[in-house]
């Protein structure tokens, strides 16, 4: 991230019996943020919260205990200031909850825009970690968006789906069970939001791996 802005969005969370989820906000200069957040569950439902970052602060939000609807679900969230000040956001997500029991975790920056078309380098199902790729989608408008979910091989061969993502909400496209040709195999993405009225989303991959006996001993997300 190279410069703070008014508005961030973050397709990937998570709570419940294994993932605790956190936001992460800083304000470097000036005057207090005055921040909303909307946090987008898979069935379109919306929670709204409000918060104040002091100047030249640190901020976190455990977003398990924000609401008991926030508890135990997927979720997306929109982040923006509400006064004309400037903030950078990140994601953080631990597992196994509870805390005393953290072993691994992964982070990353918010977008501070939406867009039409996605793309994903990175990609495995399967093989001797037993890697699992998640592709994490928010559609934070008030229209339906319709997703195309291309994947491209390392033959050169490729294989889509089209996805019906509600308004306002969270979706996970598990690629292992999504598209069973994933099996044992690498592969990049690319993620279009069709249609003439196409609505922007967000994009974002996850992938969890075992190692030494653990299931899900390590794991790593990006933005697309």
């Given amino acids: 991230v190279t410069a703070p802005a008014a508005q961030w969005f973050l397709a990937e969370g998570a709570t419940g019996p294994f993932f605790d989820l956190f936001i992460l906000v800083a304000k470097f200069r000036g005057a207090p943020a005055d921040v909303e957040a909307r946090y987008l569950t898979p069935d379109g439902s919306v929670i709204v919260r409000t918060y104040t970052v002091a100047g ?28 004309g000040t400037r903030i950078i956001v990140e994601r953080a997500l631990w597992w196994p909850a509870p805390l005393a029991n953290w072993y691994e975790a992964h982070n990353s920056a918010g977008a501070t825009s939406t867009a039409t078309r996605w793309a994903i380098a990175e990609g495995e199902t399967g093989g001797a970690r037993g890697v699992d790729t998640y592709i994490l989608l ?23 789906r089209t996805f019906a ?13 999504e598209f069973p040709s994933t099996l044992d195999r690498r592969y990049g993405a690319i ?20 190692a030494g006996g653990q299931l899900w001993a390590a794991g790593t997300n990006a933005l697309a």
């Fill in 56 to 83: 030249q602060s640190r901020y976190n939000i455990w977003v398990d205990f924000e609401d008991p609807a926030l508890a135990d679900t997927a979720v997306s969230t929109s982040l923006a200031t509400t006064n």
């Fill in 165 to 177: 993502v509600a308004a306002n909400s969270r979706f996970n496209v598990w690629t292992r069970a």
């Fill in 191 to 210: 993620i279009e939001s069709l249609g003439a009225s196409a609505p922007g989303v967000i994009v974002e991959r996850a992938m969890y791996w075992d």
């Fill in 138 to 160: 928010a559609n934070p408008t008030s229209t339906a968006a319709s997703i195309k979910v291309t994947l491209l091989f390392e033959d050169g061969t490729t294989t889509d």
